[in-house]
């Protein structure tokens, strides 16, 4: 089979020619070594012993590479960072490193953060338009441009589908495999990261269900708020002895210095203009997939309405894995058009806005989620209370759900199913 161009590969085209040196981040098998090669001449596998031996014999070895090179899984050798840096010191040209990493060594790892000399992409799995099921109508740069132009276009997949989307798994070599094969696979890729991946990271786990059992808990949390403290009780039912808040802390960092979970920062605007803002991020895991595996739904369990969420907002699991495919297919595209993704949620939960995507210059887009085919005035109320608040800050609202078309309401608020939703 051909490469399947990625999203990534448009800021890689757009960047690489300029930059020296850029670190692609991001979990296992999300596809960045296959990406990566598509940009380069030489490679460089650190996850080979034989390599990986020679290169911390010497790692000035990684030079003699022809260039552009790709380090893979350079945090398996810290000390090339440097080498690259360094490197990078000597000539800046565009065009020389990609490093591509499943993991993010510790701070003490190298002996620079390579500010200024070595970028960083961050790599996610596969976008619904990068998995071909539909053609995309709407682009969200352009939404971003706050325009607010004529929303167009019709789209065939319905709930069934997205939520078969949703357990289908955005690693690109899990897309082609049995449903069979697939929860295979997404088990031994969670069990994995938890027996070596953990481990190799300097985490010392002694009772690998214990995090399992949290990862789990985390996945019933996907797209809430929930404290550490409800995802620890909830990992942990029943048990008067519970593990310390230290130890969901430390399985939070670790699991995040590999990727895996992908949180969503509670949005703090500059000034007055909002008050009383919760500072607790939106759970995310980095596929859908894998919260839906370690909860043990699938899809027609999931449009049953099995599975319980756990935290402060209300919904089914399915709305809130919904919710993080969104979050997936929104934060790909809003990272090539340079802005960040947050989410609003007022202290007393009064008012919540799922998404804000926000410009370099504070202005933004605010974004909510419905599991929905048709969106009624209720739907609208906390983007019209956001509205009232920003003012001309405020680029465009769009509610994101699953219809079959796009338009803009009288009100201007613009609906947009899932899949049309593009770069």
Same mark, same amino acid.
């Given at each position: 089979?051909?490469?399947?161009?990625?999203?990534?590969?448009?800021?890689?085209?757009?960047?690489?020619?300029? @930059?020296?040196?850029?670190?692609?981040?991001?979990?296992?098998?999300?596809?960045?070594?296959?990406?990566?090669?598509?940009? %380069?001449?030489?490679?460089? #596998?650190?996850?080979?012993?034989?390599?990986?031996?020679?290169?911390?014999?010497?790692?000035?070895?990684?030079?003699?590479?022809?260039?552009?090179?790709?380090?893979?899984?350079?945090?398996?050798?810290?000390?090339?960072?440097?080498?690259?840096? #360094?490197?990078?010191?000597?000539?800046?040209?565009?065009?020389?490193?990609?490093?591509?990493?499943?993991?993010?060594?510790?701070?003490?790892?190298?002996?620079?953060?390579?500010?200024?000399?070595?970028?960083?992409?961050?790599?996610?799995?596969?976008?619904? @338009?990068?998995?071909?099921?539909?053609?995309?109508?709407?682009?969200?740069?352009?939404?971003?441009?706050?325009?607010?132009?004529?929303?167009?276009?019709?789209?065939?997949?319905?709930?069934?589908?997205?939520?078969?989307?949703?357990?289908?798994?955005?690693?690109?070599?899990?897309?082609?495999?049995?449903?069979?094969?697939?929860?295979?696979q997404l088990d031994s890729y969670l069990r994995n990261a938890v027996d070596r991946d953990v481990?190799?990271?300097?985490?010392? @786990?002694?009772?690998?269900?214990?995090?399992?059992?949290?990862?789990?808990?985390?996945?019933?949390? $996907?797209?809430?708020?929930?404290?550490?403290?409800?995802?620890?009780?909830?990992? $942990?039912?029943?048990?008067?002895?519970?593990?310390?808040?230290?130890?969901?802390?430390?399985?939070?960092?670790?699991?995040?210095?590999?990727?895996?979970?992908?949180?969503?920062?509670?949005?703090?605007?500059?000034?007055?203009?909002?008050?009383?803002?919760?500072?607790?991020?939106?759970?995310?895991?980095?596929?859908?997939?894998?919260?839906?595996?370690?909860?043990?739904?699938?899809?027609?369990?999931?449009l049953e309405g099995d599975g319980t969420p756990v935290g402060p907002q209300a919904g089914t699991?399915?709305?809130?894995?919904?919710?993080?495919?969104?979050?997936?297919?929104?934060?790909v595209p809003s990272q090539a058009a340079e802005a960040q993704v947050a989410h609003l949620r007022?202290?007393?939960?009064?008012?919540?806005?799922?998404?804000?995507? %926000?410009?370099?210059?504070?202005? %933004?887009?605010?974004?909510?989620?419905?599991?929905?085919?048709?969106?009624?005035?209720?739907?609208?109320?906390?983007?019209?209370?956001?509205?009232?608040?920003?003012?001309?800050?405020?680029?465009?609202? !769009? !509610?994101?759900?699953?219809?079959?078309?796009?338009?803009? #309401?009288?009100?201007? !608020?613009?609906?947009?199913?899932?899949?049309?939703?593009?770069?």
């Open positions: 089979m051909g490469y399947t161009r990625r999203v990534l590969d448009d800021e890689l085209d757009e960047l690489f020619g300029q @930059v020296p040196a850029i670190a692609i981040d991001g979990p296992k098998g999300v596809g960045k070594t296959t990406t990566a090669e598509q940009h %380069v001449r030489g490679l460089l #596998r650190l996850d080979s012993r034989a390599n990986r031996t020679a290169v911390e014999a010497d790692p000035e070895l990684a030079l003699r590479r022809a260039r552009p090179l790709l380090i893979d899984e350079w945090q398996k050798v810290p000390e090339v960072w440097d080498v690259v840096r #360094r490197a990078v010191d000597a000539d800046p040209s565009g065009g020389q490193f990609l490093l591509a990493g499943s993991a993010s060594p510790s701070p003490d790892a190298t002996a620079h953060s390579g500010a200024g000399r070595i970028g960083r992409l961050r790599m996610r799995p596969m976008t619904l @338009v990068e998995r071909g099921l539909a053609e995309p109508t709407v682009s969200l740069a352009a939404l971003l441009a706050g325009r607010r132009t004529t929303l167009e276009g019709s789209c065939d997949l319905g709930l069934a589908d997205y939520t078969e989307e949703i357990v289908a798994s955005g690693f690109p070599a899990m897309r082609s495999l049995s449903a069979r094969a697939r929860r295979f481990p190799e990271q300097g985490l010392a @786990v002694r009772k690998p269900e214990s995090m399992l059992a949290w990862l789990r808990a985390y996945a019933a949390a $996907t797209a809430t708020t929930a404290s550490y403290s409800q995802i620890l009780d909830a990992a $942990t039912p029943g048990q008067a002895d519970k593990p310390a808040r230290s130890t969901s802390i430390a399985y939070r960092d670790v699991l995040t210095s590999l990727w895996l979970i992908d949180p969503v920062p509670a949005w703090a605007p500059g000034g007055n203009l909002l008050t009383r803002l919760g500072q607790a991020p939106k759970h995310h895991l980095a596929d859908p997939a894998l919260a839906a595996r370690l909860l043990g739904l699938g899809s027609d369990t999931l699991m399915l709305g809130h894995l919904f919710e993080s495919l969104v979050t997936l297919c929104v934060r007022t202290r007393n939960g009064d008012h919540e806005i799922d998404l804000v995507l %926000v410009r370099d210059d504070g202005r %933004v887009l605010a974004i909510e989620v419905k599991l929905a085919t048709t969106i009624t005035d209720q739907d609208t109320k906390h983007l019209h209370w956001l509205t009232d608040r920003l003012g001309g800050r405020l680029l465009d609202a !769009i !509610i994101i759900n699953t219809g079959p078309h796009a338009y803009r #309401r009288r009100d201007g !608020i613009g609906v947009i199913p899932l899949g049309l939703l593009t770069t």
